[in-house]
């Protein structure tokens, strides 16, 4: 199956009741196991990178490992940019391929935030291509960025963000975190409040470390992609970890990266399982 656009695939989600999972890829075995983990749950969902992997990369080589990856897939799985920077990664990767974009101008004032994500909105609508916007800050570390802040979004900025905007998915700070090493608390009647007044769906941030019985509360709110990056980069890193205590002489980089795209695959079959029940 060939990358599918991010609106179909929202779409799809929405006639079947799916709730999407958007796992973090840094390179070809963190790729190739999303997709496999995919395909064995029979589940869609999202491979996605942010901006600061890109450094290990480019769009093209992303599209391209994606596409190779999608050659035997019988699921519906879109590729998308998470937490893009800037106007210049969103047009790259749209350029290149990539079927959905986030833009995050979330650390800006709120009108410059705005301004930010319309201009990549327009870019990306000219070419069919859905668009992810944050509005508030989630505390914790998001790739090489640590963020202290915990600012929550504001319901009553919601409805006027997303119609200057016109963004197609809201990312929400409800009390979710980025990474494992702080306590996520979501204030769930919150996340209700936001729901009742967006005009998009809902996407949460900082999947890893929340309750499953949260996430699946959470449905119940308009709530339609979650991101799952640290679980997946754990059992990524813990394979080639435990083979070095093992034994330090261990160095056999092809059998650990076919063992770490088996626990990869695995951990993301869980967790795409485990949301949609």
């Not at 709730?19 to 869609?44: C, D, H, R, S, V």
């Not at 409805?159 to 769930?188: M, R, S, Y």
Request: net charge negative.
């Amino acid at each position: 199956m060939k990358i599918v656009n991010g609106f179909d695939l929202m779409n799809y989600a929405a006639a079947h009741h799916y709730m999407l999972p958007a796992f973090n890829t840094t390179n070809l075995e963190m790729t190739y196991a999303i997709a496999k983990g995919l395909n064995q749950a029979n589940l869609p969902g999202y491979i996605q990178i942010s901006s600061n992997n890109l450094r290990l990369s480019d769009p093209e080589t992303i599209v391209y490992l994606t596409k190779k990856a999608l050659k035997d897939s019988d699921v519906p799985i879109a590729l998308h940019l998470d937490h893009g920077k800037t106007y210049e990664d969103v047009k790259a990767c749209v350029n290149a391929g990539f079927t959905s974009i986030m833009i995050d101008a979330s650390h800006l004032d709120f009108e410059d935030n705005i301004k930010e994500v319309k201009k990549a909105v327009d870019y990306c609508h000219f070419y069919g291509v859905p668009v992810e916007a944050e509005l508030g800050c989630l505390q914790g570390k998001e790739e090489d960025i640590v963020n202290e802040a915990d600012a929550k979004t504001d319901p009553d900025m919601v409805q006027d963000f997303v119609k200057q905007t016109g963004c197609d998915l809201l990312a929400v700070a409800v009390g979710n975190v980025h990474g494992l090493d702080i306590e996520p608390k979501v204030d769930l009647p919150l996340l209700k409040k936001i729901s009742e007044l967006s005009p998009v769906p809902l996407v949460m941030h900082g999947g890893s470390g929340i309750p499953f019985e949260t996430i699946q509360e959470a449905r119940n709110y308009n709530l339609l992609k979650v991101n799952y990056g640290s679980d997946l980069r754990k059992a990524f890193v813990s394979t080639f970890g435990k083979a070095y205590e093992k034994n330090h002489n261990t160095c056999s980089v092809i059998e650990l990266s076919l063992e770490a795209v088996e626990n990869v695959s695995k951990t993301a079959a869980d967790l795409v399982t485990i949301i949609n029940q």
